[in-house]
């Protein structure tokens, strides 16, 4: 069976239509799962800078500096606003809290973005 000639170079047009719509779609999925990783990432480095400060002889200041570290190493120095570590009770208890403070950009790494603040939590060693 032949094509009618008014058809010719439809799937071109197909092509342009379908894409229009799948490709800002593969977009936002790819941004929003970049959004989660670094989300989860300054999360889990928050707390682990808030445990390595609770041990025992440490201060809140080396679970900021290790949060930093950890930070540094996976996600660009660019997207973290501030990292802040202090003294706090954790439910009653002796504590560290270590919040970072970060942006995410709409397109990709770059870009002013949204704000977002993450907190890290752990009870202080007392050596009782």
Known sequence: MRRARGERGAAV????LVSTLVVPLFLGILQVGLFLYVRNTVTAA?????HYAAVLNR??????????????GVVRDQLIDSVSAEATDVDGQ???????????PPLGLWGPGISFSVQGHAVKETGE
Do not use: K, Q
Not at 13 to 16: I, K, M
Not at 46 to 50: C, L
């Open 59 to 72: 201060e809140p200041a080396d679970g900021e500096a290790r949060t930093r570290e950890l930070i540094s």
């Open 94 to 104: 002796p504590g560290v809290e270590v919040t970072v403070d970060a942006h995410m």
């Open 46 to 50: 928050a707390s682990e800078g808030a």
């Open 13 to 16: 047009v197909d092509f342009v």
